[in-house]
Every structure is written in C-alpha cells, then in structure tokens.
C-alpha cells in the first residue's frame, strides 16, 4: 500500500478533514481557530501533522493568509466528499430513529424554484413531515461542484447543454418558454405598444454570459437588426434581478412561470411581446453512480409528480 493510500485510508480522522476544509473556505490561520474554537498554534500544528502523513505541501502560508496547492485542492475535495457522506448518513440515522426518512440537499437554478421545487417539497412534507429539505439557490457555475463532491444530492434547474458532463445523470421535465417583464411602475408596463427597438435603448438585468436563454435574448435583438442592449446588469440572483428591476428601474427576463408567479403577486407586469426561443428543458441533475438516499429519492419522485401536472 503506497503512501497515500495508507494516509487516507488510515490516517485521517474527522478532525484533519474538518481542518482543511476550514483552511479552504476561511484561507486564514486565525479564523479558522476561531471557527473550531481551538487555538491558532494548534490549528498550525495540526496542519503540519497533516503534510507530513501525505508528505506533501497542502497549503502555503504568507502574511495574506492560507492558499491550498495543487495538492492541497484534490486533498480538500476528498475532505468535503468525505465530511458530506458523513452528514448525509448521520442525518439519516436521526431521521430514521424520529420517524422521518431523512435529509435531502437540492441546489435550485430560479427557472425551477417557485412552480416546480416549492410544490415539490410541499408534497415532501405532506408525505414525511420530519423529513428535511436543504435548499441552495445558485447556477450552475456554483451548484455542479457542491454537487460533484457530495455536499448537494441534486440540482433541478435548465439542463444548459454547455454543462453535460459523462459523470453527470441528467432528466428532462418540462420545457419552459420565457418573458419579459418590469416593475409595475415602470412606464413600459402601462404603454400600448411595445417594439423591440424601444427595448434596446433601456436598462436591463439580464442572466449571465453562459446561460442558454442570453444567448437567444442577443440572437432576438439581432432578428430585429438591432444591437442588445449595452445598459445591462448580468445575475443568476432573482433577488438581484428584481432589485434591480424596482430601483434601477430595469427590464428583465425571465422563466414564464417564474414571471406569472410573481406577477399574481403585483410583484411584476408581463410586457406583451413574443419572445418565440427554443430553450433546454427543465429537469434534474445527479452525480452518475451515487446511491440516492430515501429522501433525496422521495423528493425526485415528487418532482416528477409535480411536473407533471404543470
């Protein structure tokens, strides 16, 4: 047995994983002996402990703070694979033990948060009250790599075709067109016409370089012999993006049924204006060949269900 296969193997314990993962989130010596309320020698002592099983630098250390090396990012990751399925199986032995079915961690792209992961998770309580749902809003860019180490059992957002990956289980549900929409207060929700040309010269909010549907925003300005818009807000936040469409004020777009949603509210208007696109599906995102806990397997169960009766 080599070296390394000794140290994983044998060597770490829950104290060292939970070190290193500090170390990557806090990069500062001090801070994460505040974190686990130890001291800051001993968080260096046990760092050294650690390289020296692996025999290897894992972070280097200057008066900015703590970086990890090459070394130290696989070490890092192994850590949170380890600490996630650590969680994982001792939240469900409680749940098991308090009559639940356990906990479940889903990241939610905003195209599927209020008419599809909502109700969803609704019907999860419905079935098994005690069993809990963990929810992080994000894209992609920051969902797929919490899902890659275990920290996040699913994702359910648009399947962007940019992010299809062979470690990647991936599951169609709906397509979901979408729309453009203002504040209440914004004067194009009360004018009674609307051209694309009047909407290029505006501010807007509008989804980040890599989404599939700001793409298409460009290619519909273009359809028009227009340029899009230059005044722009790029986010995946629908915090942001409202925001910015009540205090800017901007134009957005957004997810029909998100829009609706919040439209029934008075939260937005819905211009009237066709935005005839073809967009990836809507569905869910799992690591390839991880066993699904009961929860997590309940929760897609119920998105399938709920999609359904969209």
Not at 49 to 71: A, D, N, V, W
Not at 97 to 118: E, F, I, N, Y
Not at 135 to 150: A, I, K, Y
Request: aromatic share 6%; charged share 20%; proline share 7%.
């Amino acid at each position: 047995m080599s070296q390394i296969d000794r140290v994983l193997r044998s060597n770490l314990k829950l104290r060292h994983l939970q070190l290193l993962v500090a170390l990557d989130e806090f990069r500062h010596l001090g801070r994460v002996a505040e974190f686990l309320s130890i001291t800051q020698p001993a968080v260096s002592k046990m760092l050294v402990e650690i390289e020296k099983m692996f025999e290897l630098q894992l972070f280097t250390r200057s008066t900015r703070g703590t970086e990890p090396t090459s070394y130290g990012v696989t070490v890092v990751r192994f850590a949170r694979s380890v600490l996630a399925d650590y969680q994982r199986t001792r939240d469900e032995i409680d749940a098991v033990a308090s009559g639940g079915v356990g906990r479940t961690s889903v990241g939610a792209m905003v195209v599927a948060t209020p008419s599809l992961l909502m109700p969803a998770i609704q019907r999860v309580k419905e079935r098994s009250a005690l069993t809990t749902v963990m929810v992080e809003e994000g894209d992609l860019t920051r969902l797929l790599p919490r899902l890659r180490v275990g920290e996040l059992d699913l994702i359910v957002g648009r399947l962007e075709p940019g992010y299809a990956s062979p470690d990647l289980e991936t599951e169609a549900l709906y397509t979901e067109p979408m729309c453009i929409v203002v504040s209440p207060a914004h004067p194009l929700a009360r004018a009674p016409r609307l051209s694309w040309a009047m909407l290029a010269q505006m501010p807007w909010v509008v989804p980040p370089p890599w989404a599939s549907s700001r793409s298409k925003l460009a290619q519909m300005f273009y359809k028009h012999r227009l340029a899009p818009p230059t005044d722009i807000v790029e986010t995946a936040s629908f915090l942001v993006t409202l925001s910015s469409m009540h205090q800017r004020p901007a134009i957005g777009f957004l997810a029909y049924s998100v829009a609706e949603h919040f439209s029934r509210q008075g939260v937005l208007c819905i211009l009237k204006i066709k935005v005839p696109i073809e967009l990836p599906p809507v569905g869910i995102i799992t690591l390839r060949g991880r066993a699904k806990t009961l929860a997590s397997q309940m929760l897609m169960d119920c998105l399938r269900e709920t999609a359904t009766l969209r």
